[in-house]
């Protein structure tokens, strides 16, 4: 049973950093695209972040690039995202995913992801 699981969520003030963990268990994972997404209230969930595993190869949204930085520690199967500089917008449900799929552009689209974690609340106040 594939599970992936976030935590590092939290309340911080403008400027702040957080540091978001997602452990993933019940397969292996070297072929797959892991990404972040987030969703703030009476949004769409939208993209943030993504790695594919075995290369390394990174991906980031436009909003975030130069302050979020995507990572993964093989040996512990966990994906990171760390997020510096945050702003009030950034406040949403953020949510790890995991896409056996891979062609150009499906790293940003969220139903080419196969399995999703069930989210950690961050809150930045102004």
């Known amino acids: 049973q594939v599970q992936l699981v976030e935590s590092g969520g939290g309340l911080v003030q403008a400027g702040g950093s957080l540091r978001l963990s997602c452990a993933a268990s019940?397969?292996?994972?070297?072929?797959?695209?892991m990404g972040w997404f987030r969703q703030a209230p009476g949004k769409e969930r939208e993209f943030v972040a993504a790695?594919?595993?075995?290369?390394?190869?990174?991906y980031y949204a436009d909003s975030v690039k130069g302050r979020f930085t995507i990572s993964r520690d093989n040996a512990k199967n966990t994906v990171y995202l760390q997020m510096n500089s945050l702003k009030p917008e950034d406040t949403a449900v953020y949510y790890c995913?995991?896409?056996?799929?891979?062609?150009?552009?499906?790293?940003?689209?969220?139903?080419?992801?196969?399995?999703w974690g069930q989210g950690t609340q961050v809150t930045v106040s102004s």
């Open positions: 019940g397969r292996t994972f070297s072929s797959y695209t």
């Open positions: 790695i594919r595993w075995t290369y390394g190869i990174t």
């Open positions: 995913a995991a896409s056996a799929t891979w062609y150009s552009g499906s790293v940003y689209s969220p139903p080419q992801y196969d399995y």
